[in-house]
């Protein structure tokens, strides 16, 4: 099997699992051989689930230069511009 079938094979599993972190390390590997739209927006939503915002925008970013069109990463990068937006508004609270 081709090792990019079995990596995808892998990024399937550590979704389904829920393990956000490792599923980055596969799409960080899947990445670093070819620049996948999907797999940009992939990894961002993994980044999602981890809460870490500007990871979730900047991989949008790529993905919206590469296809200016693509609505999976306006709602990605939307939701989490509002979820960075409150958290910052609600540490200025305290």
């Not at 094979?9 to 960080?28: F, G, P, Q, T, Y």
């Not at 992939?42 to 949008?60: F, G, M, P, T, W």
């Not at 200016?68 to 990463?73: D, F, I, M, N």
Request: hydrophobic share 40%.
């Amino acid at each position: 099997m081709a090792p990019a079938v079995t990596e995808r094979m892998e990024l399937a599993k550590l979704c389904s699992s829920k393990d956000w972190s490792k599923a980055i390390r596969v799409l960080d590997s899947l990445l670093s051989k070819s620049c996948a739209i999907q797999d940009l927006c992939n990894r961002a939503y993994c980044y999602s689930q981890l809460e870490l915002h500007k990871h979730v925008i900047k991989d949008c970013d790529k993905a919206l230069q590469l296809d200016p069109k693509l609505l999976q990463a306006y709602i990605l990068k939307g939701g989490h511009f509002s979820s960075f937006v409150v958290s910052a508004l609600y540490l200025m609270r305290d």
